[in-house]
């Protein structure tokens, strides 16, 4: 297996586990894609993935109804993608993804729990070089073997295949996503979710003590309205 199973495995349990939090990101998905594209799925291929990725959530129909026509009114604001590139404790590289609609809050939070866990919020380019920004689209297994999904999916983009307890998964490049899609969706795969995973080239090992202080910082900025993901380069158990 390569490199995007190891980063699924040692995630999955790591992914949210507050309902409110999730549907909270995923609201702005949606707010963010019908400000691009429309409110049409049919016509808006983002707006499409945040509601698929939605239903595999669970988020009940009206919610996601409801956040399309907020998304409508010319009075919501719309939600701006941040990119933090920091250092935590012992060198651990920090991307923290946000949607935003109040830039200076986020930054000055974002800052805050940097220094207050002796780490440091560096600059644009100083972190993101580290890691692979790839897409995922995770389909129904049923009738589907890995292997020749795999080698028919090459020429658009997809670079790993696997299956898990959940389906199976494709693993391509971040700018492969629309092209992935289209062919998906053209074979009629159904899609049960999507997403875009920034994924650490090498890993580093710390202690228990150690990964313990680092990975307090991780909870404190997850917590945070604002944030959408944080991705690091330490190594974690997948057990």
Request: charged content about 30%.
């Amino acid at each position: 297996m390569g490199r995007a199973f190891e980063f699924r495995k040692a995630r999955k349990m790591k992914r949210w586990s507050a309902m409110a939090k999730t549907f909270t990101r995923i609201g702005k998905d949606i707010v963010m894609a019908v400000k691009e594209g429309g409110p049409d799925p049919d016509n808006n291929s983002r707006l499409r993935a945040v509601i698929q990725n939605a239903k595999a959530a669970n988020m009940p129909k009206d919610n996601v109804e409801r956040a399309i026509k907020k998304a409508t009114d010319k009075n919501t604001e719309n939600y701006k993608e941040v990119l933090f590139e920091g250092y935590a404790p012992y060198g651990i590289a920090l991307l923290v993804e946000t949607a935003t609609n109040n830039n200076n809050r986020t930054v000055a939070n974002v800052r805050s729990y940097f220094n207050k866990a002796n780490g440091n919020l560096g600059t644009s380019g100083s972190v993101e070089f580290m890691f692979d920004r790839t897409c995922n689209f995770r389909i129904n297994p049923e009738g589907i073997d890995p292997e020749e999904l795999e080698l028919e999916f090459i020429d658009f983009g997809v670079e790993e295949v696997f299956a898990d307890d959940d389906g199976i998964l494709l693993y391509g490049p971040f700018e492969n996503f629309g092209s992935i899609q289209k062919e998906l969706e053209n074979r009629n795969f159904e899609i049960l979710s999507s997403g875009f995973e920034r994924i650490p080239q090498t890993l580093t090992k710390l202690s228990a003590e150690q990964a313990e202080e680092v990975e307090k910082l991780i909870e404190k900025i997850e917590e945070d309205d604002d944030v959408q993901n944080v991705y690091h380069n330490m190594e974690t158990s997948s057990d």
